[in-house]
């Protein structure tokens, strides 16, 4: 079986190869990146008639006339100096659109980087074309939608160019920190090199830095049982959680109260402590259950529990419910009891105020 590698300084006994031509190139430098306009997208809200390969349809006509840009496409440069037209195909159905598209095409056959307009057939449900890419052959880019409308009317443009985005970087700890001085979409990781926290995922968005997601074991915390008018020997508090997207953690707490003596609220409900702020914009609810086979403290055997966050709650405390012992008709009360020999398990997803909304 052959073995192909390049390009070296000189060809080899062993298949190395120094010449290389256009589609080796291409099945290199395909693995660098991937197609996309040469600017970064880092402004809140950029003014479109700035980017690169802006386009517009020209007054009273069906010229399309697209600027200049940068772009890497199949593994090839290419660059519009100035700026360019196209003439929108006619669309006289009387009942059907079309949908074109506006691509940068690569041409091995024509050595050769070049824009270009593929047309559709107008459909009842028209899409558009995808994007042909053939290593050797034609590979393209799409960088606008152009909606031809029935009766011939003006067509309408949607940008659909991927831009270039500031690379992922890693960080040995305290990224959280360093990512103030990184581009806005920059995505980091926290290695934790020090093994003194959890390798985690970064992200620097519009609205702030926040974690994107824990990466490997979640980590442990103790939650707090709230109200209680006495804690007795003998009661376990565990909690689990991880960042799961920006802003959005998963939680899970496990109480246990191996003592022989119920635990009783002070007043209101018992409640339970998050690992992270609640973001208070609005109400959040958790579901949980009570296991309780002795029967004990007057309640049945298992109970569905209900945490209430309700809106405005900023900390984070929630308080603990469950379904009415007299009446169906009465729904939730607050659970006032934590019998001896029985445990709690609460869980869910929340949002957070980690941009301090």
Known sequence: MAEISFPFEKDSSSGGRQAISQVDWQRMATMWGGDRVAARITASSPDATTLPFYARILPNTRTLEISAGEAWVGGFYYKLEGTRQFEIGPNFDKGKDRRDILVIRVDHAKGSVTMDVRQSQPSSNPAPPQPLQERG????????????????????????????APPRVAFPWWADDSMRFLPQGSFALDLDSDARHVQEEIYKGRDGV???????????????????AS?????????????????LVWFSIDFENASNTDIRAKEGALSFTLPQNLNGVIGQSFEGYLLNSGYRGGLPNYVSITGMANGGNKGRTVRMTHPSQNY????????????????IVVSGVYETNAFNE
Request: aromatic fraction near 14%; proline fraction near 9%; avoid cysteine.
């Open 328 to 343: 169906i008709s009465e729904g939730l009360d607050y659970l006032t009891v934590f019998p001896s020999q029985t445990s």
């Open 210 to 228: 926040a974690m994107a997601r824990t990466l490997g074991k979640s980590w442990t915390y103790t939650p707090d049982l709230v109200n209680a």
């Open 137 to 164: 052959g034609q590979w393209e880019m799409v960088i606008w939608e152009i909606f031809v409308p029935r009766d011939n009317t003006t067509p309408q443009l949607f940008d659909r160019a991927p831009f270039d």
């Open 231 to 247: 804690l007795p020997k003998g009661l376990l508090l565990r909690g689990r959680w991880r960042w799961a997207a920006p802003n």
